[in-house]
């Protein structure tokens, strides 16, 4: 495979078995490819440092409610770190370097920041894949609480979910057992990938986005809708035989697609 340095460090650590994908890395790795001169070691050695000062403000008494607390003191008040609310599609708050330089990020990488620091002093959270917006919880069976790292770690309930929910859809939604799930790191890594895949996407940034498809199917080979989405980004690139490919092995692998009329029509005027 004819990758850069970035996509080659990548490829290698998600090769890995999913509880040992170290998600710090991968992400630095994604965001390597935007900014080549990166060194992942120098935001590595700033969680060491994160971790060590955390370690010193730590109650005595390790309930987990009171841990949470210390590190949103620590994360939000000390650090400063916050959700970009003000430019939520920027780009840089998908990249975790921007994250700790900028000390602004979004749902998923500002949870990442959050998991990553709690992993080093021994209190290992899990993400949470909710519909519209991410969270975290402590890593402990039958503890149902969640952390909005977006929101300066704001600590949910169950039901305060299904109301977040509510709010987003702006109707009434009943909370399912599977939308507070804990995701695996490779779901957590194509999540920030398709973030950054509809942000160029909108600003018509086609080759970027194809970067970031391209890394999803690192992970998740042969998913369908991805295939499209390359093989439709390959055309408005002008690489026609390789969108050829992909559309064709989206239909064989979906014939009943909703959008199968038009690819077909596509696929016809790419002599297929």
């Known amino acids: 495979m004819n990758f850069s340095s970035a996509r080659q460090y990548f490829y290698q650590e998600i090769q890995q078995s999913d509880e040992k994908i170290d998600l710090v890395k991968a992400s630095l790795y994604i965001a390597q490819e935007e900014y080549p001169d990166l060194d992942p070691e120098e935001y590595l050695n700033t969680f060491d440092t994160m971790a060590a000062e955390l370690q ?3 109650p005595d008494s390790w309930y987990p409610l009171r841990v949470i607390q210390s590190i949103n003191h620590y994360l939000y008040d000390d650090l400063g770190f916050a959700g970009n609310k003000a430019d939520y599609y920027d780009p840089c708050n998908s990249f975790l370097n921007d994250v700790i330089d900028r000390r602004l990020g979004i749902p998923i990488t500002l949870a990442l920041v959050y998991m990553e ?3 080093r002093i021994d209190f290992p959270m899990v993400g949470i ?3 519209g917006h991410f969270l975290i919880r402590p890593d402990i069976s039958d503890m ?4 909005d790292a977006f929101n300066r770690g704001e600590v949910l309930f169950a039901q305060d979910c299904e109301e977040r929910l509510s709010q987003m859809f702006q109707q009434p ?3 399912q057992p599977e939308f507070l799930v ?8 194509a999540r920030m990938l398709t973030n950054l895949k509809f942000i160029y996407l909108k600003k018509k940034n086609l080759e ?3 970067a970031a498809v391209e890394r999803i199917l690192l992970l998740f080979p042969g998913v369908s809708l991805e295939l499209r989405d390359r093989g439709l980004i390959y055309y408005q690139l002008g690489y026609y035989p390789q969108a050829a490919d992909d559309l064709q092995t989206y239909l064989t692998k979906v014939p009943d ?3 199968s009329v038009a690819i077909r029509r596509l696929l016809a005027e790419l002599g297929r």
């Open 56 to 58: 010193e403000r730590l």
């Open 117 to 119: 620091v709690s992993r």
């Open 129 to 131: 894949g909710m519909p």
């Open 144 to 147: 149902e609480i969640f952390v």
């Open 173 to 175: 939604v009943q909370l």
């Open 182 to 189: 804990p995701v695996s790191h490779r779901q957590i890594l």
């Open 208 to 210: 970027k986005s194809l």
């Open 257 to 259: 697609a909703e959008d």
